[in-house]
């Protein structure tokens, strides 16, 4: 049998094998059932680890609040020694397998323990309602990161830092103010939320006041009846628009529309949905990261660029009022969004910046 006819019978078994994964997805959706699509990400076989020369990577799993989350720690080789940690908080319904792990990757070869998650209510975690995005829930899970990886021998327990990115800055900003066991605090090309950063992606206060009621009222619903209503997180074809989605920009389209593929070959992409629960929106476009951002006190590192979300000149303003004076702003210049989640040549230069500044506090406690 010719190589081009295996591939073709693989990729065949491997559509029929998604198609019933994916009806089974949405069966689960429809019906409200707590457990998340079955579908392995990885090949992870009896031992739940993947190694190279690098690194290994443990799958893992921890509670936060009383439900189990899903991770994936990456430890590096060489020297067994209690190495500094990172665990990373992404985008918005975000799932680990997205730019937190382009990001894992690097700083584990940079020699750091790294722990990426799945928030609760998103991918391979637990969590009802399904894709709710909490940010009082996200910063809660950070804190149970934080406890899991002060428990592994592999850790130095006194060296735990954050990294958020996109909109995972403000719920790390605000895990970094209630965890005074975090070192260092590092926030690439943040989508801040604060009242302009909301003017500025919505058009009007009339769409944020919009937006609010009907999240409002999809939570009186959920309480009421224990019904979900949810909105696209983008629209699932670039023209026409769908004015209700969470994001309208095309590029932001572009990005997040193949993630939602289920293929088996698309496995090692997570389990991300292209919905998020309507009642999300009102804690997402209504958050005041500016007042947050005025009490942290925690080593924090800035990364951000002209194009990227929020634009240029929110993040100064927020970075100028971070009262601790241990903090660095490192501005790119005309890198976009889309380049922090995915270009190497982007990600390779913001890692040693990371790099150095999670190490830096080891220096300023001699």
Aim: proline content about 7%; hydrophobic content about 40%.
């Amino acid at each position: 049998m010719s190589l081009l006819r295996i591939f073709s019978s693989v990729a065949l078994m491997a559509g029929i094998t998604a198609v019933h994964a994916q009806a089974a997805g949405g069966a689960a959706a429809q019906t409200g059932h707590a457990e998340p699509f079955q579908t392995q990400t990885q090949a992870w076989g009896q031992s739940r680890r993947i190694a190279n020369s690098h690194y290994a990577v443990e799958q893992v799993r921890f509670p936060s609040q009383g439900v189990e989350i899903v991770g994936n720690l990456l430890l590096p080789s060489g020297q067994a020694r209690p190495r500094p940690a990172v665990t990373v908080m992404g985008p918005v319904g975000f799932v680990k397998e997205q730019s937190p792990m382009q990001y894992a990757t690097r700083l584990a070869r940079e020699g750091f323990v790294v722990l990426v998650f799945d928030p609760r209510y998103h991918g391979e975690s637990a969590g009802t309602p399904r894709r709710l995005e909490s940010g009082t829930a996200k910063t809660q899970d950070l804190q149970a990161a934080l406890d899991y990886l002060a428990k592994r021998p592999e850790v130095d327990s006194a060296a735990l830092n954050l990294l958020g990115i996109c909109q995972g800055v403000n719920w790390a900003v605000d895990a970094a103010i209630a965890d005074q066991r975090v070192r260092s605090v590092a926030l690439v090309a943040g989508h801040y939320l604060t009242p302009q950063t909301a003017l500025m992606y919505l058009g009007s206060e009339q769409e944020i006041e919009r937006r609010a009621a009907r999240s409002h009222a999809a939570d009186k619903l959920f309480q009421e009846s224990g019904a979900v209503d949810y909105i696209p997180v983008v629209s699932e074809r670039p023209t026409p628009p769908n004015p209700d989605v969470l994001l309208m920009a095309p590029p932001i389209q572009q990005f997040y529309s193949r993630w939602a593929d289920r293929h088996a070959f698309w496995n090692f992409h997570g389990l991300w949905e292209n919905r998020l629960a309507t009642m999300s929106e009102a804690g997402i476009w209504g958050h005041r990261g500016d007042e947050a951002m005025a009490k942290l006190r925690t080593p924090t590192l800035m990364v951000h660029a002209d194009r990227a979300a929020s634009g240029p000149d929110i993040p100064r303003r927020l970075f100028a009022s971070i009262p601790t004076a241990d903090k660095e702003l490192v501005w790119l210049g005309q890198e976009n969004q889309m380049q922090f989640y995915e270009d190497p040549l982007t990600l390779d230069r913001v890692t040693p910046e990371l790099a150095r500044f999670y190490n830096a506090p080891t220096a300023r406690a001699q």
